[in-house]
């Protein structure tokens, strides 16, 4: 049985709170994500992270219906791919991965607008001294990829 919690995000500061909640509380779920590949079936924890991330930027794009701002925990948003997932679940998805693997991650918020209001949200992950992007919300985006940004800000985990 699922139970579903409905939760009011007045900011960008609660929405990384509740994804970070997300991501710490349930992180194990992508031990029973199952994908197909070349004909086996593998949990996404043990994909190799290229693989992982093609998974999710392989799960199509939708933006979440206006007032509404929804995030999910990872078993829920692979559940419901078909009908698509936005930038803040994939961003779930990615860093839940991320930290089933001891991958040290952060979720970034960004602006691509002339204003900078913030509109989109995906993670990053620590290699050295080093952030890498993990982007996976459009079938574009590859792992690494710099990206171009009026504002960008680390959703802090409190």
Known sequence: ???IKSTVLNSKDQTGQEMHRLINQYYNDIQNIIVEQNGKKTPLSELPINKAFDYIKNIPYRQDSRPFEIVARPEIS????????DCKKKAILMAAYLKSR???YRLIASSRKPSGKIHHV???MQVGNQWFNLDATYSHYRPGQPKTVTRAEVLQCR
């Open 78 to 85: 692979a559940r419901n791919q078909k009908n698509g997932i």
């Open 102 to 104: 001891g991958i040290p």
């Open 1 to 3: 049985m699922t139970i």
């Open 122 to 124: 995906f993670p990053q």
